[in-house]
C-alpha cells in the first residue's frame, strides 16, 4: 500500500516525539475505571482512591449559573493552592460524573479552562490533587438543554 | 492531511499563555443517528499533551463529557521566543493528529 512519503515522514516524527516522552507520562493510561465510573464516588475513588476531599476557598471555579446549551459549557478552574499535580472536573448528574482530568507539570500554572458537556442541572466541583490530599469547590449548574445526546 | 488543531501561544516575559482548540467530534456513544436510528459510536480524544522543547507542560485526559471542538487554555512558565510548542491527541480509535508552533 502507497502510504506516500509525506505521511511517512510524519508518523515517524510523531513516533519519534512520542518516543522522547518522560518515563512516568508515557507508563500513565488513561484512567478508564475512573472515566467509566457511573457515580461521582466511585469516579474519584478510582482516580484518587478516595472520595473524600476538603472544600478550599483557595480554587475559583468559573462555571455559568445557567448553561442554555449543555453540549458546550464553559469551565475555567484557578487556584493558589501550592503544588498542583492535577486538576479534575466531575458533574455529579452526568451519566458518567469524571469528565476530565489535567495533570500538571512543575512549572504550569493550575489555572486551566475548557468546555464541557452536561446531562442536565447538577453540581459541578473542580478537585485540586496536591501533595496535602485533594481539595474542591463545587458550583450548581442550571442546564435547559441537556448535552449528552442520549 | 492539515492538521485540524489551532494553537495561540501570548509570551510576557517567561509565562506563555496558550490557548488550542482542535476540530474532533467528540461523539458520546449515546447520540442515536436520526436517519438510522442507530447509536452512534462513542468517537472521542482520550489524551491530549502539550510539550515545550520536547517537554510536557499539560496532559489532559479526556471523557465524552469534554465539548465538540475542545478547546482548552492554560499558562506555563519558563517559556521563550524560539522555543517549539507540540500540540498532539489520540483518539479512542486510535487516531492522531499534532501541531507544532514556534513561540515568538
Known amino acids: 500500500m502507497h502510504i506516500g512519503r509525506r505521511l511517512f515522514l510524519k508518523g515517524t516524527v510523531a513516533l519519534a516525539t512520542l518516543l522522547t516522552l518522560p518515563r512516568a507520562l508515557l507508563a500513565a493510561v488513561w484512567p478508564a475505571s475512573a472515566f467509566g465510573a457511573t457515580d461521582a464516588s466511585n469516579a474519584m475513588k478510582e482516580l484518587f482512591g478516595t472520595d473524600q476531599t476538603t472544600d478550599s476557598g483557595e480554587i475559583t471555579l468559573g462555571a455559568p449559573e445557567i448553561a442554555e446549551n449543555g453540549a458546550v459549557v464553559p469551565i475555567s478552574i484557578k487556584t493558589s493552592l501550592k503544588n498542583v499535580e492535577s486538576v479534575s472536573i466531575v458533574v455529579e448528574k452526568n451519566p458518567r460524573p469524571l469528565a476530565i482530568s489535567f495533570e500538571i507539570p512543575p512549572g504550569t500554572r493550575p489555572n486551566v479552562a475548557c468546555r464541557i458537556k452536561m446531562g442536565e442541572t447538577s453540581p459541578v466541583m473542580a478537585v485540586v490533587k496536591t501533595p496535602e490530599g485533594l481539595f474542591s469547590a463545587s458550583k450548581d449548574v442550571k442546564v435547559t438543554i441537556g448535552g449528552c445526546g442520549g | ?104
Not at chain 2, 492531511?1 to 494553537?7: P, Y
Not at chain 2, 468517537?43 to 465539548?67: K, Y
Not at chain 2, 487554555?73 to 479512542?92: C, E, I, P
Open chain 2, 1 to 104: 492531511m492539515a492538521s485540524k488543531i489551532k494553537v495561540k501561544v501570548k509570551l510576557e516575559g517567561d509565562l506563555a499563555e496558550v490557548k488550542s482548540l482542535m476540530l474532533h467530534p467528540m461523539e458520546t456513544g449515546a447520540r442515536k443517528d436520526p436517519d438510522t436510528g442507530q447509536k452512534i459510536p462513542a468517537h472521542h480524544i482520550t489524551d491530549l499533551t502539550f510539550l515545550n522543547n520536547g517537554e510536557p507542560v499539560m496532559v489532559v485526559r479526556c471523557s465524552t463529557a469534554v465539548a465538540k471542538d475542545p478547546y482548552f487554555s492554560f499558562s506555563f512558565g519558563g517559556a521563550k521566543a524560539g522555543d517549539t510548542l507540540t500540540v498532539q491527541w489520540v483518539d479512542n480509535l486510535g487516531q492522531s493528529d499534532s501541531l507544532e508552533t514556534v513561540l515568538s
